[in-house]
Nanobody, 115 residues
Framework: QVQLVESGGGLVQPGGSLRLSCAAS????????MAWYRQAPGKQRELVAR???????NYADSVKGRFTISRENAKNTMYLQMNSLKLEDTAVYYC?????????WGQGMQVTVSS
């Protein structure tokens, strides 16, 4: 079982920045595939960014050039640096981990971009 603890969400103005963190339990962190998803009101949950155990990353087109996903294996933590935030980035953001056939989700945290 993998426990995920998210932090860093909140309210920010358009053009601002936030950094989300996801701390994971377990001794196999270095082989987890990890990702951030988000779900805006009335919309389906969507993939924002993913990082593999070899540090390869991919991003949704809507966040390319603005968001950066990273991981720090020594701290069992994944990050999402979000810059140049837009109103449409408002959503609940979820941490997501894949380990073998097992999938784990964080509890989700609100990110609100508003003036």
């Amino acid at each position: 079982q993998v426990q995920l603890v998210e932090s860093g969400g909140g309210l920010v103005q358009p053009g601002g920045s936030l950094r989300l963190s996801c701390a994971a339990s377990g001794s196999s962190f270095n082989i987890y595939t990890m990702a951030w998803y988000r779900q805006a009101p009335g919309k389906q949950r969507e993939l924002v960014a993913r990082i593999f155990s070899d540090f390869v990353t991919n991003y949704a087109d809507s966040v390319k050039g603005r968001f950066t996903i990273s991981r720090e294996n020594a701290k069992n933590t994944m990050y999402l640096q979000m810059n140049s935030l837009k109103l449409e980035d408002t959503a609940v953001y979820y941490c997501h981990v894949v380990l073998g056939r097992a999938i784990y989700w964080g509890q989700g945290m609100q990110v609100t971009v508003s003036s």
